[in-house]
């Protein structure tokens, strides 16, 4: 039996993780309420990859058996909080047409009036919800800082990044890492055919 994970409404009404790590807290307890102990078999495609290498953490720590990660097409990055807040503050240095820094700055606006809505428990209009929700995993994915995770980590890499992905988790796997490259882009390796491929891999 396979089990999906998903986050929250923005509707006012549910509280909103801000951080990998409290967001995988939030998963962690729904995942034991459905199955209190291990093992657990756990995957998860870009941003949903970095969730699940923290619930692996924080289910180790608990003293939990995990029987497989797998990461598919998962980033990670090395951006510590100070740069990320300094980064967060100005506009990409590529953009030098005035028209085009004010539409970033209102856009930057509008996502903050928005989570000061959620805040006083108002909810965000449904048309904006994704795009909402893709700016906060975007700035917890840049302040999450990887530690070492004791067990293995299998990725499902898009074509010509899989020596990327290895260089890069390898610093954090102590267990080691299996990368497994997919004929696929990194939006499409979960569509027919490549996910039939990563599903019969695991």
């Not at 100070?82 to 990409?92: F, I, T, V, W, Y």
């Amino acid at each position: 039996m396979v089990f999906g994970l998903q986050p929250p409404p923005l509707d006012g009404k549910h509280r909103v993780a801000r951080t990998v790590e409290t967001m995988a807290a939030d998963y962690v307890t729904e995942i034991r309420r459905v199955q209190p102990h291990g093992p657990y078999f756990i995957a998860g495609h870009s941003f949903g990859g970095l969730i699940c290498f923290e619930i692996s953490q924080q289910l180790l720590q608990q003293g939990e058996h995990v029987g497989f990660l797998g990461l598919i097409d998962t980033g990670l990055r090395n951006v510590s909080i100070g740069q990320a807040s300094d980064a967060e503050k100005r506009p990409p240095r590529y953009i030098d047409e005035l028209f085009v820094k004010l539409r970033w700055i209102h856009q930057i606006v509008l996502k903050r009036m928005y989570n000061f809505s959620l805040k006083l428990g108002h909810p965000i209009p449904h048309d904006q919800r994704t795009a909402h929700y893709d700016w906060l995993c975007m700035k917890a994915a840049i302040k999450y800082a990887a530690k070492p995770y004791a067990g293995h980590v299998t990725i499902f890499s898009s074509a010509g990044n899989s020596e990327r992905h290895r260089e890069r988790w390898s610093t954090v796997a102590r267990g080691g890492v299996s990368v497994i490259e997919l004929p696929a882009t990194h939006d499409d390796i979960i569509l027919p055919p490549p996910q039939q491929t990563t599903g019969k891999t695991s």
